[in-house]
T-cell receptor, first 114, second 117 residues
Framework: AQSVTQLGSHVSVSEGALVLLRCNYS??????LFWYVQYPNQGLQLLLK??????LVKGINGFEAEFKKSETSFHLTKPSAHMSDAAEYFC????????????FGTGTLLAVQP | GAVVSQHPSWVICKSGTSVKIECRSL??????MFWYRQFPKQSLMLMAT?????????EQGVEKDKFLINHASLTLSTLTVTSAHPEDSSFYIC?????????????FGPGTRLLVL
């Protein structure tokens, strides 16, 4: 079965430090890939998506992700963390087709220390 | 663009009553909408896929008579929790797929928190 793995349910960084959130998918066929962010008691906001146009995808709020087919990965990074980045981050994949379900990872809670 | 709204944002009801949650795509048309349930500190669980003008497709283990879904237009889907019980208390989130988006991106609503007493 297709799945998404997010390594690290909790990640803590200092303000100004590099943010790296990991995401791996299990498929030989490259899916559509997404990163979403969820702030407390809110819905999910799309950060960025992989559309096969470029392997390095830039999103909102200074985040970017790189698609690496050989590693089946789509890790999310940000050069310098802000306090406002503290939230839950979800990686998701879709393989298209008639149902187009999103398969979510279990999420990574990012804490930013002052 | 790509804004999805949900109403109400939170609701408290007595056990045995029914609750309707609305999901609207405000600036795009959505042939497909999705309903999720999220438990505290967990990922989203897909409940059903709602297609405009047809019956919803429910995930395994989700009672279709308990969670009634109607997708009457290209911008509105509703979820009705019938005869709600305390175990139905949860955070319900909808998403909508822009019919013109070839990458099948889902845009999410802000969620509805349901508390059944």
């Amino acid at each position: 079965a297709q799945s998404v793995t997010q390594l690290g349910s909790h990640v803590s960084v200092s303000e100004g430090a590099l943010v790296l959130l990991r995401c791996n998918y299990s498929s030989s066929v490259p899916p559509y890939l997404f990163w979403y962010v969820q702030y407390p008691n809110q819905g999910l906001q799309l950060l960025l998506k992989y559309t096969s146009a470029a392997t390095l995808v830039k999103g909102i709020n200074g985040f970017e992700a790189e698609f690496k087919k050989s590693e089946t990965s789509f890790h999310l990074t940000k050069p310098s963390a802000h306090m406002s980045d503290a939230a839950e981050y979800f990686c998701a994949v879709s393989y298209g087709g008639a149902t187009n379900k999103l398969i979510f990872g279990t999420g990574t809670l990012l804490a930013v220390q002052p | 663009g790509a804004v999805v709204s949900q109403h109400p944002s939170w609701v408290i009801c007595k056990s045995g009553t029914s609750v309707k949650i609305e999901c609207r795509s405000l600036d795009f048309q959505a042939t497909t909408m999705f309903w999720y349930r999220q438990f505290p500190k967990q990922s989203l669980m897909l409940m059903a896929t709602s297609n405009e003008g047809s019956k919803a497709t429910y995930e395994q283990g989700v009672e279709k008579d308990k969670f009634l879904i109607n997708h009457a237009s290209l911008t509105l889907s509703t979820l009705t929790v019938t005869s709600a019980h305390p175990e139905d208390s949860s955070f319900y989130i909808c998403s909508a797929r822009d019919r013109t988006d070839v990458y099948e991106t889902q845009y999410f609503g802000p969620g509805t928190r349901l508390l059944v007493l």
